[in-house]
Nanobody, 126 residues
Framework: QVYLVESGGGLVQAGDSLRLSCVVS????????MGWFRQAPGKEREFVAA???????NYADSVKGRFTISRDNARNTVYLLMSTLKPEDTASYYC????????????????????WGQGTQVTVSS
């Protein structure tokens, strides 16, 4: 059984930064892509960022240049550093991992992932 636990969310002001963490247990993530998604109330879950097993990264246009995804395989952890936060970044943030190793394509699609965390809330006040 794979478990993903996100942390690091909170209430911040516009312009502040936060770093989210996602600790994975039950699977060595070294050979797996990892993704971050978010969901605001009344909206569909949307892609935020992904990182391949080779540490190639991909970002949604809305966060490009402000967010940075990274991984620490030794700690089985993926991070999302969020800078210059905006009120529209307010959402629950989820990390996810696919079932297959070496995934390199379609990492911006929620359907590419099989296991998800429970989410961490990020609220950005104006």
């Amino acid at each position: 059984q794979v478990y993903l636990v996100e942390s690091g969310g909170g209430l911040v002001q516009a312009g502040d930064s936060l770093r989210l963490s996602c600790v994975v247990s039950g699977r060595d993530i070294t050979l797996y892509a990892m993704g971050w998604f978010r969901q605001a109330p009344g909206k569909e879950r949307e892609f935020v960022a992904a990182i391949t097993w080779t540490s190639d990264t991909n970002y949604a246009d809305s966060v490009k240049g402000r967010f940075t995804i990274s991984r620490d395989n030794a700690r089985n952890t993926v991070y999302l550093l969020m800078s210059t936060l905006k009120p529209e970044d307010t959402a629950s943030y989820y990390c996810a991992v696919p079932q297959r190793t070496f995934s390199m394509r379609n990492l911006d699609r929620a359907s590419s992932y099989d296991d998800w965390g429970q989410g961490t809330q990020v609220t950005v006040s104006s």
